[in-house]
């Protein structure tokens, strides 16, 4: 990443052109930014139940995958972060992989080891803890059975 983005119109646009690109060409394209792979995460919206895409950066554990709610370093949470505390079923799409899981909010020292590999893969991450006052949430989803 060239640098800590700011959330605007532009922003706002590259993040849907992305998230477009990389459903519609199924992750051949746009898997990988910076350096951080990429997924697509489908929540469901906690007040009009419909199902929601964002596209995110992800670091691959054991248990599954994590991600960071950091929004750019904004006051308030992603909305998807809002959603899966609402409803954590949701669906992670890793390149063509499809994958049904449930999404876990991490706290304590998982939380900070996960925020902390974040920031040490890319800097910008260290910037959006600066500019907010929110501990920027982390997230655990994890496969469920099918």
């Not at 930014?33 to 007040?47: H, I, Y």
């Amino acid at each position: 990443m060239a640098g800590a983005v700011r959330l605007n119109g532009w922003t706002r646009l590259l993040w849907r052109l992305h998230r477009n690109v990389y459903g519609r060409l199924g992750g051949r394209v746009g898997t990988l930014v910076g350096s951080f792979p990429v997924l697509l995460l489908t929540t469901t919206g906690r007040k009009t139940g419909l199902p929601r895409t964002v596209t995110l950066n992800f670091i691959d554990l054991d248990e599954g995958v994590a991600v960071i709610g950091s929004y750019a370093g904004e006051p308030r949470d992603p909305s998807w972060a809002l959603n899966v505390r609402a409803n954590p079923t949701v669906t992670v799409r890793i390149g063509r992989d499809v994958i049904a899981a449930v999404g876990r909010e991490v706290f304590g020292r998982e939380r900070d080891r996960i925020a902390g590999t974040f920031e040490d893969r890319d800097r910008s991450y260290t910037r959006y803890r600066e500019r907010t006052r929110r501990a920027l949430p982390v997230f655990v989803f994890e496969a469920t059975e099918s």
